[in-house]
C-alpha cells in the first residue's frame, strides 16, 4: 500500500429529468428527453480526511438496452437498478485505488446485482449487461472525483506508479500479463505537460436533423439555437460532422452521406464519420456504401475519418467478420466495446479501432485504452448526448488520452437547457466555439466540477 488509499464511506443516488428541444433519431428509435443518475461517493483516506465526489450518466435505454419494451419501461427498471447498485457500492469493502476499487466491483458485484434484477424475467424481458454497465458508470466516475479531490489532484492524474498500488498486469489474464508488466495507465495517455486546453468538437447529424431549407416543416422550434445544418457549421465554427444513419435503406442512408458531405464541402466541414448503431446484419451492406462513396463521390469518401458500430452490440452472438470492411475505413467498436476482452474479441473479427465511452466506466474506458493502444487500435471517445455534469469526465477523458479528432458532444444541440447550472459555471463547455470546446474553467482537483459553485447557481437560479 502506498499511503493514497481510500475507502467507500458512504453512497448517495440522485436523478434529473430533461426534455429535447428538437428529438433525436437513435437507430429504430426517437428521443424526446431523458433522464440521469448522478451519484455521490465519499471515501476516507487513511488519515482519516473525507471528500466526496459526484458522477453523473444518461440512463440511455435506446442506446444500452434495445428491445420491443417501452422507452419509460426501460428507464423505470434502470433508475430502480440504480438504487440496487447504490446499496452494493455501500457495502464494497475494497480499500485502495479507485481503478482497484471500480474493477473488484465490476468483476464481482456488477453481474450478482444484475442476475437478481433479473431473476424470473423473461428472456425479452432481462436488462442486458450494457445497460447495467451504463447504470454503474455513474458510481464509478463518482469514485475518481472523490479520490481526486481527496488527494488535491486532478482525477486523471492518478494513472500512475505513486497513486496505483497495483500495475496493469493484475488487470488482464495470463496472457496478456508480461504485456502490461511495470506498465501503468500513464504510459499510454497524452504526457501531463501536453494535455490540450480545448479540445475539437463533433457535431452529430441526426436522422430527423434538417439540412435545407425545404425540409422544414413548420414544428422547429423557435429558440436562439439553429435548426439548419449550414446554421450550426457558421455558429459554432464546426470542422467535424457525424452522420447518423438507419443501416438498413440502403439509398437513404447514401443520399444521407451525400447530402450532408455537399454541405461540408461547401462549408469546408473538414472531417466526416458515419454511425449506423448496430442495425446493419451484414458487412456487404457499408462495402458497398463506402464503394459507391469513392466511385460516385470521392470528394465525400476522402472526408471520412472512421465508420462507426454497423453492427449488432452483443458481440459474442454476433461474430461477424468485418475485415472487408475494415480494409477500405477504419471501422470503430462502439456499442459492443463493453470491456477489454470485448475489445480484444472485434480486433480478432477485423475491427481496428474503439469508440470509447465514460458512460461504460472510467475504469473500463482506462483498461479498454491501454489494450487498444498495445495493439495499435485508433482511439476515439464518442457521446451519449451527455448533459450537465456527464459532459466534463467525457471530454476530459478525450483530452488525457487523445483521439483521432477530438470528442464528440452534442447536449448543446439536443438539451442545452438541461446543462443551464453547469453552463453557468463553465460556458465553455456548454457552447462550441471554433469548432472546440474548453476545459478553462475547470478546477485543479478531481474532474475540476466546481460543484458548490453549480448547486449556488442552481439555488440562486431557483429563487429568482
Request: hydrophobic share 35%; with cysteine; proline share 4%.
Amino acid at each position: 500500500m502506498n499511503g493514497f488509499n481510500a475507502a467507500i464511506t458512504n453512497v448517495n443516488v440522485t436523478f434529473f429529468c430533461y426534455e429535447n428541444r428538437v428529438p433525436l433519431k437513435f437507430g429504430h428509435e426517437v428521443s424526446t428527453g431523458g433522464e440521469t443518475v448522478i451519484a455521490e461517493i465519499t471515501l476516507r483516506g487513511e488519515d482519516g480526511r473525507t471528500a466526496a465526489g459526484h458522477g453523473e450518466t444518461p440512463l440511455a435505454a435506446a442506446w444500452s438496452w434495445p428491445s420491443e419494451l417501452t422507452n419509460s419501461g426501460r428507464v423505470d427498471r434502470m433508475r430502480n437498478f440504480c438504487h440496487r447498485l447504490s446499496s452494493a457500492w455501500s457495502e464494497e469493502k475494497t480499500v485502495g485505488h479507485p481503478m482497484e476499487i471500480g474493477y473488484h466491483f465490476l468483476e464481482n458485484s456488477l453481474q450478482s446485482c444484475l442476475d437478481a434484477e433479473n431473476e424470473g424475467r423473461a428472456e425479452g424481458e432481462k436488462m442486458p449487461y450494457l445497460a447495467a454497465l451504463v447504470c454503474c458508470s455513474a458510481f464509478d466516475l463518482a469514485l475518481y472525483d472523490a479520490y481526486g479531490k481527496l488527494h488535491g489532484i486532478r482525477a486523471f492524474d492518478c494513472f500512475n506508479e505513486k497513486y496505483m498500488n497495483k500495475d496493469l498486469s493484475f488487470y488482464y489474464t495470463e496472457k496478456y500479463r508480461g504485456m502490461f508488466e511495470g506498465k501503468y495507465p500513464e504510459q499510454f495517455m497524452v504526457p501531463r505537460g501536453s494535455v490540450p486546453a480545448d479540445i475539437a468538437a463533433c457535431h452529430l447529424v441526426g436522422g430527423k436533423d434538417p439540412l435545407n431549407p425545404e425540409d422544414l416543416n413548420g414544428t422547429e422550434p423557435d429558440d436562439e439555437y439553429p435548426v439548419l445544418l449550414r446554421d450550426w457549421i457558421v455558429r459554432d465554427g464546426l470542422f467535424n460532422l457525424k452522420i447518423k444513419l438507419t443501416g438498413n435503406d440502403f439509398d437513404w442512408d447514401y443520399n444521407r452521406i451525400v447530402g450532408v458531405g455537399r454541405i461540408a464541402l461547401e462549408m469546408g466541414v473538414e472531417n466526416l464519420t458515419t454511425d449506423f448503431n448496430c442495425t446493419v446484419e451484414e458487412p456487404g451492406y457499408v462495402c458497398d456504401m463506402l464503394d459507391k462513396l469513392k466511385a460516385e463521390e470521392p470528394e465525400i469518401f476522402s472526408r471520412i475519418l472512421y465508420v462507426e458500430q454497423p453492427f449488432p452490440y452483443e458481440l459474442e452472438k454476433n461474430r461477424i467478420d468485418v475485415h472487408e470492411v475494415s480494409s477500405r475505413c477504419l471501422l470503430l467498436m462502439d456499442e459492443s466495446a463493453h470491456d477489454w476482452r470485448f475489445v480484444e474479441l472485434g480486433y480478432e473479427l477485423g475491427w481496428n479501432g474503439v469508440a470509447l465511452k465514460t458512460c461504460k466506466t472510467l475504469t473500463g474506458a482506462m483498461l479498454s485504452l491501454c489494450w487498444a493502444r498495445s495493439h495499435d487500435m485508433a482511439i476515439m471517445v464518442q457521446d451519449l448526448t451527455n448533459p450537465r455534469l456527464a459532459i466534463i469526465p467525457h471530454a476530459l477523458l478525450a483530452a488525457n488520452v487523445g483521439t483521432i479528432m477530438g470528442v464528440e458532444v452534442n447536449s448543446m444541440q439536443f438539451c442545452p437547457d438541461a446543462s443551464g447550472d453547469t453552463a453557468r459555471v463553465h460556458p465553455g463547455l456548454y457552447r462550441r466555439r471554433d469548432g472546440k470546446i474548453s476545459f478553462a474553467t475547470l478546477g485543479d482537483t478531481g474532474f475540476g466540477y466546481r460543484y458548490d459553485e453549480i448547486l449556488a447557481s442552481l439555488e440562486k437560479e431557483d429563487k429568482e
